[in-house]
């Protein structure tokens, strides 16, 4: 065989050789799995930016999509907006369900009955997951959108529905419960362990506040 017919012999068949398949095939995310992503990027972006001081291509990039990817599983921002917040509140019941759920009667001091339970959970909620409480603080504040408006309230009325079914407690005892828990919220994003109009905190905050130098 001639030299020059040799190198065209094996040129084609290095190129009718399969290419090595020892490079790992890229898996395909599932669509569900890549929802559930976009849904816990949301949650931190939306918490520290609001709905509105937000991009969309900020979260996308935090699960490492392209931006129309997620207008292919959410129909606008203010959808995965509204995603996010959802599963907030639903972490907040579920949270509450574990409470009572570990709640031994026979073992718990006399004090400590589902409410009780239910709100150390909260306070110890607050304190591990900043970005569930900053995200309840942004859904209010963008409540002056009707249709966000209307899901926030339905998220909330489902929460406090879910605490009167726990507990099986009076009206009245819902309402003091459920109002401390809004308390809790505030302080909560303050910082602050206890800020009560009955106590030094408040006092405290403003003699502090006195003693800064005028800028």
Not at 147 to 162: F, G, K, M, P, S
Request: net charge negative.
């Amino acid at each position: 065989m001639r030299p020059e017919h040799a190198v065209a012999s094996s040129a084609t068949t290095m190129a009718s050789t399969p290419a090595s398949t020892d490079q790992p095939s890229r898996q395909r995310v599932p669509a569900a799995e890549r929802r559930d992503a976009l849904i816990d990027a949301a949650i931190h972006e939306f918490a520290h930016g609001g709905l509105h001081g937000t991009p969309v291509e900020r979260i996308a990039r935090r699960v490492g999509v392209a931006q129309p990817y997620v207008f292919s599983l959410f129909a606008s921002k203010r959808e995965l907006f509204l995603a996010a917040v959802e599963r907030d509140f639903q972490l907040t019941e579920a949270t509450f369900t574990r409470a009572v759920a570990g709640l031994d009667s026979a073992t718990a001091p006399p004090d400590d009955d589902v409410l009780h339970a239910i709100g150390k959970a909260y306070v110890e909620l607050l304190a591990s997951n900043r970005d569930y409480l900053m995200l309840q603080h942004q859904a209010y504040a963008a409540c002056d959108e009707p249709e966000i408006r209307e899901r926030v309230r339905t998220c909330y009325a489902r929460l406090v529905a879910h605490v009167e079914d726990l507990s099986g407690a009076a009206p009245e005892r819902i309402d003091e419960f459920i109002g401390k828990g809004m308390w809790l919220n505030v302080a909560a994003a303050m910082e602050v362990e206890e800020f009560s109009p009955a106590g030094p905190g408040v006092r405290a905050q403003l003699d502090g506040a006195s003693n800064q130098p005028a800028r």
